[in-house]
Protein backbone atom coordinates (compact mmCIF):
# COMPACT_ATOMS: atom_id res chain seq x y z
CA UNK A 1 0.00 0.00 0.00
CA UNK A 2 0.95 3.79 -0.09
CA UNK A 3 3.88 4.71 2.52
CA UNK A 4 1.96 7.62 2.97
CA UNK A 5 -1.76 6.82 3.21
CA UNK A 6 -3.78 6.52 6.80
CA UNK A 7 -6.02 4.27 7.11
CA UNK A 8 -1.10 -17.11 -22.16
CA UNK A 9 -2.86 -20.62 -19.93
CA UNK A 10 -1.23 -23.53 -21.29
CA UNK A 11 -3.03 -26.48 -21.29
CA UNK A 12 -1.11 -29.92 -21.30
CA UNK A 13 -1.43 -30.08 -25.62
CA UNK A 14 -0.65 -26.81 -25.67
CA UNK A 15 2.10 -26.71 -23.99
CA UNK A 16 3.78 -30.00 -25.79
CA UNK A 17 2.69 -28.01 -29.28
CA UNK A 18 5.57 -25.25 -27.88
CA UNK A 19 7.89 -27.89 -29.17
CA UNK A 20 10.02 -30.93 -27.66
CA UNK A 21 13.30 -28.75 -28.44
CA UNK A 22 11.53 -26.05 -25.90
CA UNK A 23 10.60 -28.71 -23.38
CA UNK A 24 13.72 -30.36 -23.53
CA UNK A 25 15.54 -26.72 -23.14
CA UNK A 26 13.67 -26.39 -20.09
CA UNK A 27 14.43 -29.37 -18.43
CA UNK A 28 17.59 -29.28 -19.19
CA UNK A 29 18.41 -25.74 -17.75
CA UNK A 30 16.40 -27.47 -14.64
CA UNK A 31 18.35 -30.61 -14.31
CA UNK A 32 21.79 -28.51 -15.00
CA UNK A 33 22.03 -26.31 -12.23
CA UNK A 34 20.15 -25.86 -9.06
CA UNK A 35 18.17 -22.40 -8.84
CA UNK A 36 20.58 -19.59 -7.57
CA UNK A 37 19.47 -16.40 -5.63
CA UNK A 38 19.87 -12.79 -6.64
CA UNK A 39 21.90 -10.41 -4.70
CA UNK A 40 20.17 -9.61 -1.40
CA UNK A 41 17.82 -11.20 0.81
CA UNK A 42 14.28 -12.28 -0.55
CA UNK A 43 10.99 -11.44 1.20
CA UNK A 44 10.15 -13.06 4.60
CA UNK A 45 6.65 -13.12 3.94
CA UNK A 46 4.93 -16.65 3.72
CA UNK A 47 2.49 -17.23 0.68
CA UNK A 48 -0.63 -16.50 3.21
CA UNK A 49 1.06 -13.16 4.39
CA UNK A 50 1.63 -12.23 0.84
CA UNK A 51 -1.79 -13.33 -0.25
CA UNK A 52 -3.28 -11.27 2.97
CA UNK A 53 -1.33 -8.49 1.77
CA UNK A 54 -2.54 -8.23 -1.85
CA UNK A 55 -5.97 -8.49 0.06
CA UNK A 56 -5.75 -5.67 2.42
CA UNK A 57 -4.48 -4.06 -0.76
CA UNK A 58 -7.35 -4.35 -2.48
CA UNK A 59 -9.80 -3.58 -0.11
CA UNK A 60 -7.85 0.28 -0.02
CA UNK A 61 -8.23 0.46 -3.18
CA UNK A 62 -11.77 -0.48 -3.18
CA UNK A 63 -12.87 1.59 -0.46
CA UNK A 64 -10.73 4.96 -0.97
CA UNK A 65 -9.22 4.59 -4.48
CA UNK A 66 -7.01 7.72 -4.44
CA UNK A 67 -3.47 7.38 -5.66
CA UNK A 68 -1.77 8.82 -2.86
CA UNK A 69 1.89 10.35 -2.65
CA UNK A 70 4.94 7.58 -2.74
CA UNK A 71 8.34 8.72 -2.24
CA UNK A 72 9.11 7.01 -5.45
CA UNK A 73 12.60 8.56 -5.98
CA UNK A 74 13.63 6.50 -2.77
CA UNK A 75 11.90 3.73 -3.90
CA UNK A 76 13.86 3.91 -6.79
CA UNK A 77 17.32 4.22 -5.17
CA UNK A 78 17.04 1.45 -3.00
CA UNK A 79 15.65 -0.90 -5.11
CA UNK A 80 18.09 -0.42 -7.86
CA UNK A 81 20.49 -2.88 -7.03
CA UNK A 82 18.42 -5.49 -5.54
CA UNK A 83 14.70 -6.25 -5.90
CA UNK A 84 12.93 -8.75 -3.15
CA UNK A 85 9.20 -8.76 -4.68
CA UNK A 86 6.86 -10.71 -2.36
CA UNK A 87 3.98 -11.51 -5.04
CA UNK A 88 4.15 -12.27 -8.82
CA UNK A 89 1.00 -11.21 -10.45
CA UNK A 90 -0.12 -12.81 -14.05
CA UNK A 91 -2.24 -10.40 -15.44
CA UNK A 92 -4.15 -9.31 -18.48
CA UNK A 93 -3.09 -6.69 -20.76
CA UNK A 94 -6.12 -4.89 -20.19
CA UNK A 95 -5.73 -1.22 -19.96
CA UNK A 96 -7.75 -1.29 -16.87
CA UNK A 97 -6.37 -3.59 -14.88
CA UNK A 98 -3.32 -2.39 -13.30
CA UNK A 99 -2.30 -4.79 -10.75
CA UNK A 100 0.27 -2.28 -8.73
CA UNK A 101 -3.27 0.05 -8.44
CA UNK A 102 -5.56 -2.70 -8.11
CA UNK A 103 -3.54 -4.10 -5.17
CA UNK A 104 -3.59 -0.78 -3.24
CA UNK A 105 -0.49 1.40 -5.14
CA UNK A 106 2.35 -0.51 -4.72
CA UNK A 107 5.40 0.84 -5.23
CA UNK A 108 8.37 0.14 -6.87
CA UNK A 109 9.89 -3.93 -6.45
CA UNK A 110 6.53 -5.22 -4.57
CA UNK A 111 5.45 -6.79 -7.59
CA UNK A 112 6.85 -8.96 -10.07
CA UNK A 113 4.28 -8.61 -13.32
CA UNK A 114 3.34 -10.24 -16.35
CA UNK A 115 1.27 -9.49 -18.78
CA UNK A 116 -0.34 -10.60 -21.63
CA UNK A 117 -3.81 -10.88 -23.07
CA UNK A 118 -5.92 -13.00 -21.47
CA UNK A 119 -3.91 -13.66 -18.35
CA UNK A 120 -2.23 -17.05 -20.33
CA UNK A 121 1.02 -18.48 -19.65
CA UNK A 122 3.38 -19.29 -22.17
CA UNK A 123 7.15 -20.37 -22.30
CA UNK A 124 8.18 -16.78 -21.52
CA UNK A 125 5.74 -16.05 -18.81
CA UNK A 126 6.73 -19.55 -17.39
CA UNK A 127 10.32 -18.65 -17.21
CA UNK A 128 9.42 -15.27 -15.50
CA UNK A 129 7.43 -16.90 -13.14
CA UNK A 130 10.13 -19.17 -12.41
CA UNK A 131 12.30 -16.44 -12.09
CA UNK A 132 10.60 -14.79 -9.62
CA UNK A 133 10.02 -17.25 -7.40
CA UNK A 134 13.23 -19.57 -7.39
CA UNK A 135 15.27 -16.40 -7.43
CA UNK A 136 13.91 -13.56 -6.30
CA UNK A 137 11.98 -15.92 -3.81
CA UNK A 138 8.40 -14.01 -4.68
CA UNK A 139 6.60 -16.61 -2.27
CA UNK A 140 3.43 -16.12 -3.91
CA UNK A 141 1.32 -16.23 -8.06
CA UNK A 142 -1.93 -14.55 -8.56
CA UNK A 143 -3.33 -15.59 -11.79
CA UNK A 144 -5.59 -12.66 -12.21
CA UNK A 145 -8.52 -12.88 -14.89
CA UNK A 146 -10.76 -10.20 -15.30
CA UNK A 147 -14.36 -9.51 -15.80
CA UNK A 148 -15.62 -8.86 -19.27
CA UNK A 149 -12.05 -9.81 -20.65
CA UNK A 150 -11.77 -9.38 -24.52
CA UNK A 151 -9.36 -12.06 -25.40
CA UNK A 152 -12.16 -14.49 -22.92
CA UNK A 153 -15.09 -13.30 -25.31
CA UNK A 154 -13.31 -14.17 -28.05
CA UNK A 155 -12.73 -17.47 -26.84
CA UNK A 156 -16.27 -17.83 -26.39
CA UNK A 157 -17.42 -16.40 -29.91
CA UNK A 158 -15.42 -19.31 -31.04
CA UNK A 159 -17.18 -21.82 -29.08
CA UNK A 160 -20.70 -20.74 -29.45
CA UNK A 161 -20.52 -18.76 -32.90
CA UNK A 162 -17.68 -20.72 -34.33
CA UNK A 163 -15.48 -17.33 -34.86
CA UNK A 164 -12.36 -16.87 -36.39
CA UNK A 165 -9.56 -13.84 -35.85
CA UNK A 166 -6.95 -12.34 -38.27
CA UNK A 167 -2.81 -12.71 -37.43
CA UNK A 168 -2.45 -14.79 -34.51
CA UNK A 169 -5.29 -13.71 -32.35
CA UNK A 170 -6.78 -17.43 -33.12
CA UNK A 171 -3.61 -18.93 -31.78
CA UNK A 172 -3.33 -16.95 -28.53
CA UNK A 173 -6.84 -17.29 -27.44
CA UNK A 174 -6.67 -21.14 -28.22
CA UNK A 175 -5.92 -22.24 -24.63
CA UNK A 176 -8.99 -20.39 -23.17
CA UNK A 177 -11.29 -22.38 -25.67
CA UNK A 178 -11.30 -25.75 -23.35
CA UNK A 179 -12.24 -23.43 -20.28
CA UNK A 180 -15.18 -22.11 -22.28
CA UNK A 181 -16.20 -25.05 -23.27
CA UNK A 182 -15.86 -26.46 -19.69
CA UNK A 183 -18.42 -23.95 -18.10
CA UNK A 184 -20.88 -23.14 -21.29
CA UNK A 185 -24.03 -24.68 -19.79
CA UNK A 186 -23.54 -23.02 -16.65
CA UNK A 187 -25.27 -20.23 -15.05
CA UNK A 188 -24.53 -16.80 -15.24
CA UNK A 189 -22.23 -14.78 -17.54
CA UNK A 190 -20.64 -17.14 -20.11
CA UNK A 191 -17.72 -14.84 -20.47
CA UNK A 192 -16.97 -13.95 -16.34
CA UNK A 193 -17.49 -17.46 -15.78
CA UNK A 194 -15.13 -18.82 -18.75
CA UNK A 195 -12.18 -15.52 -17.44
CA UNK A 196 -12.41 -17.46 -13.90
CA UNK A 197 -12.14 -21.32 -15.10
CA UNK A 198 -9.01 -20.03 -17.17
CA UNK A 199 -7.65 -18.19 -14.64
CA UNK A 200 -8.29 -21.69 -12.32
CA UNK A 201 -6.87 -23.80 -15.07
CA UNK A 202 -3.39 -21.28 -15.37
CA UNK A 203 -2.94 -21.77 -12.21
CA UNK A 204 -2.53 -25.38 -11.68
CA UNK A 205 -0.73 -25.33 -14.84
CA UNK A 206 2.12 -23.33 -13.34
CA UNK A 207 3.13 -25.76 -11.05
CA UNK A 208 1.98 -29.00 -13.05
CA UNK A 209 4.05 -28.02 -16.02
CA UNK A 210 7.15 -26.33 -14.06
CA UNK A 211 8.99 -28.89 -12.28
CA UNK A 212 10.77 -26.12 -10.44
CA UNK A 213 7.66 -24.49 -9.48
CA UNK A 214 6.69 -28.11 -8.41
CA UNK A 215 9.18 -28.36 -5.83
CA UNK A 216 8.70 -25.05 -4.57
CA UNK A 217 5.15 -25.91 -3.91
CA UNK A 218 5.62 -29.01 -2.03
CA UNK A 219 7.71 -27.33 0.36
CA UNK A 220 5.39 -24.75 0.40
CA UNK A 221 7.76 -21.88 -0.28
CA UNK A 222 5.26 -20.93 -3.05
CA UNK A 223 1.58 -21.19 -3.66
CA UNK A 224 -0.31 -20.66 -7.09
CA UNK A 225 -3.94 -19.08 -6.75
CA UNK A 226 -6.30 -17.80 -9.04
CA UNK A 227 -8.49 -14.57 -8.92
CA UNK A 228 -10.87 -12.82 -11.24
CA UNK A 229 -11.09 -9.01 -10.83
CA UNK A 230 -13.92 -6.80 -10.98
CA UNK A 231 -14.22 -4.03 -13.78
CA UNK A 232 -17.14 -2.18 -12.21
CA UNK A 233 -16.33 -2.64 -8.43
CA UNK A 234 -12.79 -2.43 -8.35
CA UNK A 235 -13.22 -6.22 -6.07
CA UNK A 236 -10.69 -8.68 -6.55
CA UNK A 237 -12.15 -12.14 -5.51
CA UNK A 238 -9.82 -14.99 -4.68
CA UNK A 239 -11.40 -18.31 -6.20
CA UNK A 240 -11.01 -21.65 -4.64
Not at 92 to 114: K, M
Not at 129 to 146: K, R
Amino acid sequence: MCENCEGRTIGRRSFLQLGAGALAAIGAAVAARPAFAADGAPTSLTPDEALAQLKVGNAAFVKDPQLCSINLAAQREETAGHQAPWATIISCADSRVPPELVFGGHGVGQLFVSRDAGNLVDVQTLGTVEYGSAVLGSPLIVVMGHTACGAVKAACDVVTKNATYPGVIGRMIAPIVPAALAVRDQPGDFVDNAAKESARRTAKLVTAVSPLMADLAKTGKVRAVAAIYDLETGIVTFLD
